[in-house]
C-alpha cells in the first residue's frame, strides 16, 4: 500500500484548508450552514449530477469549475434550491456573491452546494445572517464540525484521510461526504468535498477525478434515486510542494491510488449508513467482455428492490440475482456464469455454474446472510472486464424514514 490512513482523518488534515459549521435556523436544531476554504489558490475539478432537474447551485458550481480556481465551497443543508426557479438561481448567485465580498475573493472563486428538500425557496435571511459567522467559525481543526453540518438524514460523519509521498514530500488528501438516501449517482443526495495540498496540473485533476468517480461515486447506490444535487468537488492547493503531477508523473500511482481510497472509503461509508439500511452488499463482477457490461451487471443487482430485500430477510434466493443480471443490458450467456455469495469473514459458497445451481447447502447460505456484509461475486466467462460497486439492504425503516421526511 502506498499511502497511510491518518487516524480520525478528515477533510481539512490537508495543510492550508480551513472548514466551519453553524446553525442558521434552516434545519430545526443542527447545524446547516458549512464553509470550506483555501488559503491560498488551487486547480479545482468536480463531477456534478447527469439529473435534468439539476439545482440551481449545480449550475452555478459547474461555471466556477470551469474556471479552476476554487478557494471557497458555501454548503447548506436542509433545503435543496431545486426546482426553485428564477429565483433560486437568483438566491444562489447573491449567496455567492456574498461570500466572496466578505472574503475578499472573486465571485468565480466560491462554489456551492446544497441538499435538503426539494421545491422549496431558500430562507435567504437566514442564509445571509450566518455567512459572516460560518466565516469566522472556519479554523484548521473544522473539518469534523463541517461533515457534521453537511448531513441530513445521515446518521454518522463521513470523512477519510490519508498522507503519500509524491517527490519525497508528504501529500495529505482528505475528504468529507454527506449521503444516506436518494443514492445512485451518476455523477445521490450525495455530496463529497475532497481537498489535498499536493501540486496537481488542472489537466490531470480532471482526468484523475472523473477516474475515481467514475469507479467509487458512481459504483454505489442506496434507493435507485439520482439527485438533483449530486456533486464531488475536489481542490489542490500545492502547499505539500511536489512538481505538479501530470500524467507523465513518475508518482501519479501513488497519488491515485491514495486519492482513490480516500474516496472509496466515503462511498462505501454512504451505502453503510444508508436510510434504514442493516447491511452492505458488496457486488464484484468478473469475466465480462467489456467495462461497460460489467458495471451495468453490478449495478442491476445493487439496484434490484428484490434483490436488496432478499438481503435484508436473510433469503439466499439467488433467482433474484440471475433475474437482475438478465434485464442489466450486460451482454452474457447464461450458460457461461458462475454465482457465489460470501460474507466478512472470507466463508463462500458457490449457488450456481455453468447457468446451472448446485448442490449446495441452504443452512450455510442463510448463515452467510446473517453478516452484516453480503457480498455477491458474478463470472461471464466473456471476457476479462469487472467491476465492483456497493449497495445496501431495503429494510421498513426506509420506508419509515421517507415517509415522514418533511415532518
Not at 156 to 173: H, L, N, P, S, W
Not at 238 to 244: D, E, L, V
Request: glycine share 10%.
Amino acid at each position: 500500500m502506498t499511502y497511510e490512513v491518518i487516524p480520525n482523518g478528515h477533510v481539512t488534515s490537508p495543510r492550508g484548508f480551513l472548514a466551519g459549521s453553524v446553525h442558521t435556523g434552516v434545519k430545526k436544531e443542527k447545524d446547516d450552514l458549512v464553509l470550506l476554504i483555501s488559503e491560498t489558490a488551487t486547480t479545482s475539478a468536480a463531477m456534478f449530477t447527469q439529473n435534468l432537474a439539476a439545482a440551481a447551485p449545480v449550475h452555478i458550481s459547474r461555471e466556477v469549475f470551469d474556471e479552476g480556481d476554487v478557494r471557497a465551497v458555501l454548503v447548506n443543508s436542509g433545503n435543496a434550491n431545486a426546482c426553485t426557479g428564477s429565483r433560486g438561481e437568483a438566491d444562489a448567485l447573491e449567496l455567492q456573491q456574498i461570500t466572496a465580498e466578505m472574503m475578499k475573493m472573486k465571485p468565480q472563486q466560491v462554489a456551492l452546494a446544497s441538499t435538503g428538500v426539494i421545491g422549496v425557496p431558500l430562507p435567504m435571511d437566514k442564509i445571509r445572517a450566518g455567512i459572516p459567522t460560518v466565516i469566522k467559525a472556519c479554523h484548521a481543526q473544522g473539518g469534523p464540525q463541517a461533515a457534521q453540518g453537511i448531513m441530513t438524514t445521515d446518521t454518522i460523519r463521513k470523512e477519510m484521510a490519508v498522507t503519500t509521498v509524491i517527490d519525497g514530500k508528504t501529500v495529505t488528501i482528505g475528504g468529507m461526504a454527506k449521503g444516506s438516501g436518494m443514492i445512485n449517482p451518476n455523477m445521490a443526495t450525495m455530496l463529497g468535498f475532497i481537498t489535498t495540498d499536493a501540486a496537481v496540473e488542472l489537466s490531470y485533476l480532471k482526468e484523475a477525478v472523473a477516474a475515481v468517480v467514475e469507479d467509487t461515486y458512481n459504483m454505489i447506490t442506496v434507493d435507485g434515486d439520482t439527485s438533483t444535487n449530486d456533486t464531488v468537488m475536489v481542490l489542490a492547493n500545492g502547499q505539500a510542494g511536489n512538481k505538479p503531477l501530470n500524467d507523465q508523473h513518475p508518482d501519479k500511482k501513488k497519488f491515485m491510488d491514495a486519492l482513490y481510497a480516500v474516496n472509496e472509503a466515503l462511498a462505501i461509508s454512504i451505502v453503510k449508513d444508508g436510510e434504514g439500511a442493516t447491511k452492505l452488499m458488496e457486488v464484484i463482477t468478473e469475466g465480462f467482455a467489456t467495462k461497460t457490461d460489467a458495471r451495468l451487471a453490478a449495478k442491476a443487482v445493487l439496484n434490484s428492490n428484490l434483490v436488496k430485500t432478499a438481503i435484508f430477510g436473510e433469503d439466499g434466493n439467488w433467482g433474484r440475482i440471475v433475474c437482475s443480471l438478465g434485464y442489466s443490458g450486460a451482454a452474457f450467456q447464461l450458460n457461461d456464469v458462475a454465482l457465489t455469495l460470501a460474507n466478512s469473514r472470507g466463508e463462500s459458497v458457490q449457488v450456481l455454474s455453468a447457468g446451472l445451481p448446485l448442490n449446495y447447502s441452504e443452512e450455510k447460505v442463510a448463515e452467510l446472510l446473517k453478516d452484516k456484509k453480503v457480498m455477491i461475486r458474478l463470472t461471464a466467462a466473456s471476457g476479462e472486464a469487472s467491476a465492483r460497486g456497493w449497495g445496501c439492504d431495503l429494510s421498513y425503516d426506509y420506508v419509515k424514514i421517507n415517509g415522514s421526511y418533511r415532518s
